[in-house]
């Protein structure tokens, strides 16, 4: 038995959201206690207590939508003008770095993105990969990575028609192979789900092949859905019908399918994912930075869209994407008494039902049964904190950077802003080394 206590406890529990001075009780990797210090240390005597030194102790976040091939981008420079339009950052960038990837590449993209993730506190990541050149086996390197570090993941290939047939069919089968791989692990660590990059670059023929291979298979499709204008024009000329329709018709939504970004779409669209129980993934950090647009998930959660929240790669901070996601639609609707529950709702509340759809116990939460999956913020508040305004010191205090100590699945992969498992230095070196190399394929 692990306490972890001395803390404010926020449990992310409506019915005792916090607890002053809390205290969680971890055996094995489920969470079997909770109360006061004084409670748990009087219930469970002599056994190993992790002081939270008067700071936060909250459940683990989760990411809904990562990209972890995109991690060698950072500091990189390309030749040629500035990106104009989302369709030119795809094809000048994303499309450019994800043939140049080999699978060296993808394992050390995996390490950096999930040491970013878990030294930010986040502890599940369902991340969307791509790495054209090297489809087999990449999904079975980022599961490596993860394993190594602790890490909860869900893991997908996108299945694309822009480099040709042959790709597009050794992802499709990359998906298949590893949903079967992954409903075979034990752990309830990884989980695998079915790719797809987006309608404009599929073909109703490569739909239909992703269709029948999720035959027999549990899982649920993962796919970038009318992210950008380009990608609804598309859509409505080619097949009469914008995005979100189209998927329908084409038997993508559902209730295990994320869909995600959803800028361009109407309020049928939106009855369409709020009826077959499709979850939507904002990503409000990408959206401003790809200029795309912003999603109207204010108007999608009235309508009953399980909206959750992720960061497209964008950053591995999910404080970060909430501070933005209470600010962009303030600002676009001009407005500013809007904006300001849904963000944590899509963060705390349903992101954990969005992992509750594939992984077997809860998450994102401090009660008894769940899954011992828990962070240790310093914070200092300037104010009181109580049950009533945790959000507000969400928005206003905390960042990823507060995260002291992370553990996963009953175990601790950071302690005191330290890697538990792994030297963090030498990875980050290798990387280095990596990265440079990369660059110069790109």
Known sequence: MILIGSGTLITRDAGEPLICDGCAAVSGNIIQDRGTTAEMKAKYPEH????????????GLINAHMHIYSAFARGMSLEGPPNKDFIQILENLWWRLDKALNLKDVEYSALATYIDCVKNGVTT????????????????????????????????????????GATADAAIKENADFIKYAAADQTDMIKGMFGLHASMTLSPATLEKCVNAMNGLNAGFHVHTAEGAQDLRDSLEKYGAPVVERLYKA???????????????????????????????????????????????????????????????????????LKCANLIHKHVKADPSVSWA?????????????????????????????????????????????????????????????VTDTMI???????????????EKEIYTECRAQAADFWKRV
């Open 251 to 321: 038997g993508i939504l559902g209730g295990k399918t994320i869909a995600v970004h959803c800028v361009h779409i109407n309020e049928r669209e939106m009855d369409m994912l709020a009826q077959t129980g499709t979850a939507v993934v904002h990503n409000p950090e990408s959206n401003m930075g790809n200029a795309v647009g912003a999603a109207d998930v204010l108007a999608m959660l009235k309508k009953g869209v399980l909206a959750g929240m992720g960061t497209d790669g964008y950053t591995a901070d999910m404080f970060e994407s």
């Open 342 to 402: 849904e963000p944590p709702q899509m963060l705390f509340e349903n992101n954990r039902a969005i992992a509750g759809h594939y992984f077997d116990k809860p998450l994102g939460v401090i009660k008894k049964g769940a899954y011992a999956d828990i962070i240790i913020a310093a914070y200092d508040a300037p104010t009181p904190v109580n049950a009533g305004n945790i959000d507000a010191h969400m928005h206003f205090g905390l960042m990823g950077r507060c």
């Open 48 to 59: 190993e207590f992790v002081d939270a030194a008067g700071g936060l102790i909250m459940p």
């Open 409 to 423: 699945n009953g175990a601790f992969v950071v302690r005191n802003r330290a890697l538990a498992r792994m030297d």
């Open 125 to 164: 990541v369902f991340d969307h990969h791509a790495s054209q050149r090297h489809v087999a086996g990449s999904l079975a390197v980022i599961a490596e990575a993860a394993k190594k570090l602790g890490v909860r993941t869900s893991l997908c290939y996108e299945v694309s028609d822009r480099d040709g």
